[in-house]
């Protein structure tokens, strides 16, 4: 959604004149910073962003909930009951408080929940139904359908109570999967800033500080293979919305927006048409603490996008008066207010901990104590001011000065400042503005290194098994600006070839391997031979060879004579271009596992597979998922070829592997367990698996 917004301050950017970009530049602190980028709000500014802002309306539309109802009747008569159930919900969104209509959408509801013989929840929402006036002379329909329910569930009529929203909660919960953007950890869970425990951290790490490395974890022990190391609760998380993208069902239609649980059934914000919450609590609780603001900047908000979001949710949690006690210490503790307010000013230009940093010790459960030590980490984390490019500067900053703008329009200031403040409420109004400008640029700008995304599993980044180590610190450096100097990219630092991260190149000649070079050249290691050799050349021979392992992985399953024929021509290319660890002689390995697989070659197949795992394990390691992976299709191949003692080990170890980084709930788990027990049950004889293969 921030896509239009950043493309607009972009724009804006570049038409700046130099003198204009000269202010930004030289600007003293982030408070400078947000009053130059706030000269540049103008009329045209502000009626450009209402124009964007007007794409996310988040207000209830009564047409809308008429169609979601129309549809949700729909499929329910095609007894298409979980579909109806999530339109009637979608239909939810839009209805106005205690309207006849919500009444009717939860009364729908449950009627789909009744067939789907969910019966706690269906009483539930004949709760709600009867609490949104819902029409007398139909009341007998859903009175007549709590008596069946309850009757379902072997209760009397008046135990209702029994089937409460915090039974519903509590099922909820037990399947929930997050996604999230938090500043600090995992979700919230509906605690508010004062919530007991916030952090767990193993005995085998420690936090430490130095002047070089700020802040950091280290390990005090062996760490075991998937050993949870730190489980803490987020400051503040937001929902990264997916609109458009998962149509009529997405992120926002499947989570709590407070606690994050996935839920089925949501409760609607009473306001807006964009939050719903996994029960009435988290709705009184979201509001109570930020949505109150959130909820009437609406579309707004939605335009400036999710990290905008993230960073007005941070300053709601913590408070004005909390915001400003922080930085009142760290004034107090004569630190630099220009940039970077986390750390001591000193000659050597290292970084020092602030005093914040009291909050946590340095071995055991060394955490912050309470939630106001935790804003202090938060406040104190490192916003890289002058590392970030200016136009990213003045995108943060115009953003905040628009959310102020905003906020002052509509005349919202007085509710942001606490009546604990000892000062003129005029005053305090306009010192509490400015305080929420400074905090959301701050904000803004730690973001980039600090918020993380929580989407799916993913095994790509920054890893030395993953990613060369000039590309690894490139990425390191756009984003943390910092130079990683660990024990993996100092050992490979200017020794690395070109193409492959532990494989070499060969000298075509006499088969030596090739040196490395910062040029655009390698030469011979051979003292007698010292060919030099194009690096764009050897590039295009591996793309050569790739293409060819490409197209007959396509061919493989039709016309696997011809596959054969052309990854035999790829072995004996690659064999004079490659030492035999690079990663090219696995992929080659593994396609023509795959090739015989087809034939029905199995043993030949499996020759093969062993191959491509050996060189997988040297690359990403004995404990990878790409190793996983690798030991699932052996476990195929070597099931479907009746080598059981040998498929049974490796579907284990396969299985192990693959619960440790994606769960016992992925398909490659649940069908390593179906051949496992039909192992177990069927030593000497048992079908084929229809899934010959699968290449991942």
Known sequence: MEMEWRRFCGDRWR?????????????????????????????????????????????????????????????????????????????????????????????????????????????????????????????????????????????????????????????????????????????????????????????????????????????????????????????????????????????????????????????PCLTCSFSSYCSELCRENAWNQYHWLECRLGGFLLALGTFTQLALRTVLLAGIQEIQGTEKLESGADQRSIGECSVRHNPDHKVELSSCFSGMSEVGNGMPRDAQSRYQMIHSLLTHTRLQTPEHRFICGLTAAAVCQEIRRMGLESQLVSDKLEQPAIIAQGQGLRTLGVALLRHHLQLVCNAQAITAVRVTGPHWSRMAVRERQQALRSQYFFHCQCTACVREEGKVGM???????????????????????CTCLNSSCRLIVSKQALFQQVKKVRDQIGFARHLSTQHPDKALRLLSECQQLACTLVSGQHPLQGEIEDCLAQTHASRGDWLVAARHMRKSKELVQIQYGAQSVELGKELFKLAQILFNGHVVDEALSVTEQAENLLLLHCGAEHEMVIELRAMKSCLQTLPSQFARSPKLYRRE
């Open 15 to 267: 038409e700046m004149g130099a003198r204009e970009r000269r202010q930004l530049e030289q600007s003293s602190g982030l408070a400078d910073t947000l009053r130059v980028c706030g000269r540049f709000l103008r009329l045209k500014e502000m009626a450009i962003f209402a124009q964007l802002s007007a794409q996310y309306s988040t207000r209830k539309d009564p047409a809308v909930e008429l169609e979601f109802k129309q549809r949700g009747n729909a499929q329910f008569k095609l007894k298409d009951y979980a579909h109806a159930v999530a339109l009637y919900s979608k239909g939810l969104h839009h209805s106005s408080t205690h309207s006849s209509q919500a009444a009717l959408l939860y009364a729908n509801r449950s009627a789909a929940l009744y067939q789907l013989q969910r019966y706690q929840e269906c009483l539930v929402d004949i709760e709600r139904a009867q609490g949104h006036n819902y029409p007398h002379e139909l009341l007998h329909k859903i009175l007549a359908r709590r008596t069946a329910c309850l009757q379902r569930l072997g209760q009397a009529d008046g135990a209702s109570d029994l089937c409460s929203k915090e039974h519903l909660n509590a099922r909820g919960r037990g399947r929930a999967r997050i996604q999230s953007q938090p500043t600090t950890g995992g979700a919230p869970h509906g605690q508010t800033k004062t919530s007991g425990t916030l952090c767990e951290i193993s005995p085998s790490i420690a936090v430490r500080s130095d002047s070089s490395r700020g802040r950091h974890l280290v390990a005090t022990e062996e760490l075991r293979p998937g050993e949870v190391l730190l489980q803490e609760k987020a400051f503040a998380a937001v929902l990264i919305p997916e609109g458009a993208r998962r149509e009529p069902f997405s992120n926002e239609d499947m989570y709590c927006h407070h606690c994050l649980e996935w839920t089925e059934l949501p409760v």
């Open 499 to 521: 193409d492959s991260l532990l494989g070499q190149f060969l000298c075509s000649y006499c088969g030596v391997e090739l040196q490395d070079s910062k040029e655009a050249h």
